[in-house]
């Protein structure tokens, strides 16, 4: 049996919600030729009113990533994030025009500054039942065997 690897989940804000799973949707999915090279501002003009308010009042979007947990993400010897993960927010910031800010540290220590409202989403969660009440839940960006 696969287990899922977990996803990118975030406190619950329903504009975060809506523009992250965009940016996920469009990620995920094979778009038209040339359609990858698309700019922040076209991408950013595609969204609704709402979401392009939430992104004004939001310009700095923190997102808790595992420090030690290569290759998915984790620290290189120069301090730098690094990993799957870390290439997949890459991805997302060249249409938000880098909102996204990794922040490496411990799973529990970036849960709980999530909770906190210290920062603003985590990477490398497991949707569990005891957590859903906490966190909306993304689809996972990658399945480990």
């Given at each position: 049996m696969k287990q899922q690897h977990p996803g990118v989940s975030f406190f619950?804000?329903?504009?975060?919600?809506?523009?992250?799973?965009?940016f996920l949707f469009l990620i995920c999915f094979p778009m038209p030729a040339g359609f990858a090279?698309?700019?922040?501002?076209?991408?950013?003009?595609?969204?609704?009113?709402?979401?392009?308010?939430?992104?004004?009042?939001?310009?700095?979007?923190?997102i808790g990533i595992m420090d030690a947990w290569p290759?998915?993400?984790?620290?290189?010897?120069?301090?730098?994030?690094?990993g799957i993960g870390v290439k997949y927010l890459s991805a997302l910031n060249s249409r938000l025009g880098g909102r996204l800010l990794p922040?490496?540290?411990?799973?529990?220590?970036?849960?709980?500054?999530?909770?906190?409202?210290?920062?603003?989403?985590?990477?490398?969660?497991?949707?569990?039942?005891d957590r859903e009440h906490l966190f909306c839940f993304t689809r996972p960006y990658i399945v480990v065997p």
């Open positions: 619950r804000s329903p504009y975060f919600f809506s523009i992250f799973a965009g090279q698309t700019d922040e501002k076209n991408f950013i003009s595609n969204l609704t009113a709402e979401e392009r308010e939430w992104l004004v009042l939001h310009p700095d979007i923190r290759p998915l993400n984790y620290v290189d010897e120069n301090g730098k994030p690094e922040v490496p540290g411990p799973f529990k220590k970036n849960y709980d500054l999530v909770l906190n409202g210290k920062l603003d989403a985590l990477m490398d969660i497991t949707n569990r039942p």
